[in-house]
């Protein structure tokens, strides 16, 4: 509540009331702020926390999707955390889909190993083949298509587009993502992201810049990235949080429980990382004075 409201204390409010001279995280070297609290501290026990929280998240996303009992054999890679974290949420991920790195049947012939490593990684990757009735037209824009759920997304505006074929028609069971044709791919890069809760936007271009030169090198019939966004208070959007979940053929009942899930969590792990930043925050302030005090009492010999 304080940080939606704005009331979460922090290093501008200490500048504000005269409480300190400085603006600056005092347990890491950046700005300080309500957003950096929750998502941007730098400090090694709160990244870890925060990268926890946002692997969490991801592996209840994930396994939401496998519950669908179409798409659990279509996963190729994730990036969701380890192996240990993944068996602990009771989460069955094929053997196909145990590495991190998207796999090099999906790059050009003779595509560098290294640039394969170094390309991005979005949180999971999907590949599901194009059904022959609903086959997708192949839209160049900037050399890559895009799309949200039933969207696609141009520069121009958005046109409606078939869904995608992840549907129980297609059965995607029967196929092993790799034996299908380069032609009939259609290769799903879902990103979840938490963002701002008043300013998704900037989080959502984020994603976009960050997956376009993958989307632009891989030998697919078509890509669609799902970008998911989470507020770090616990907004749930209609356009960026529901409808991506839609697009990845997740019912109306599943995507409000998940929904739900989700809220619950951030909003759970927010007030662990507030908690988390005080008592650090104490720590460094008391050791601090300590210093101070002790190199007041014994001044330094000058000779």
């Excluded at 939401?64 to 994730?78: D, F, P, Q, R, Y």
């Excluded at 999907?126 to 141009?154: C, D, F, H, Y």
């Amino acid at each position: 509540m304080k940080y939606r409201t704005g009331t979460l204390f922090n290093q501008k409010h200490a500048v504000l009331f005269k409480l300190s001279t400085s603006q600056t995280c005092p347990l890491c070297p950046q700005v300080d702020s309500a957003l950096h609290i929750l998502s941007g501290c730098q400090h090694t026990q709160i990244s870890n926390m925060i990268t926890k929280s946002q692997n969490l998240s991801c592996r209840m996303i994930l396994k939401a999707i496998s519950k669908t009992g179409s798409l659990e054999s279509c996963i190729v890679s994730k990036d969701i955390g380890s192996n240990e974290r993944t068996t602990m949420q009771n989460l069955q991920i094929p053997e196909t889909a145990e590495s991190r790195n998207v796999p090099n049947w999906l790059f050009q012939p003779r595509f560098p190993d290294k640039d394969r490593f170094t390309s991005s990684r979005s949180d999971f990757v999907m590949i599901t083949p194009i059904a022959a009735k609903t086959q997708k037209q192949q839209t160049n824009v900037g050399g890559w298509v895009l799309r949200s759920g039933r969207e696609k997304l141009r520069e121009t505006g958005s046109t409606p587009a078939a869904p995608p074929a992840t549907s129980r028609a297609t059965n995607p069971r029967q196929h092993r993502p790799k034996d299908v044709n380069k032609t009939r791919r259609d290769i799903h890069l879902v990103e979840i992201k938490y963002c701002e809760d008043t300013r998704p936007q900037n989080q959502l271009n984020v994603a976009k810049e960050q997956h376009k030169d993958l989307c632009n090198i891989l030998q697919v019939a078509s890509v669609t990235l799902h970008i998911i966004l989470l507020g770090v208070g616990g907004t749930i959007y209609n356009t960026h949080t529901l409808k991506p979940f839609k697009g990845l053929s997740l019912d109306f009942q599943r995507v409000k429980k998940l929904a739900s899930k989700l809220h619950v969590h951030s909003v759970n792990f927010a007030a662990k990382l507030v908690h988390t930043r005080r008592a650090l925050s104490s720590t460094v302030i008391n050791s601090h004075q300590e210093s101070v005090s002790g190199q007041s009492c014994n001044p330094p010999d000058p000779h």
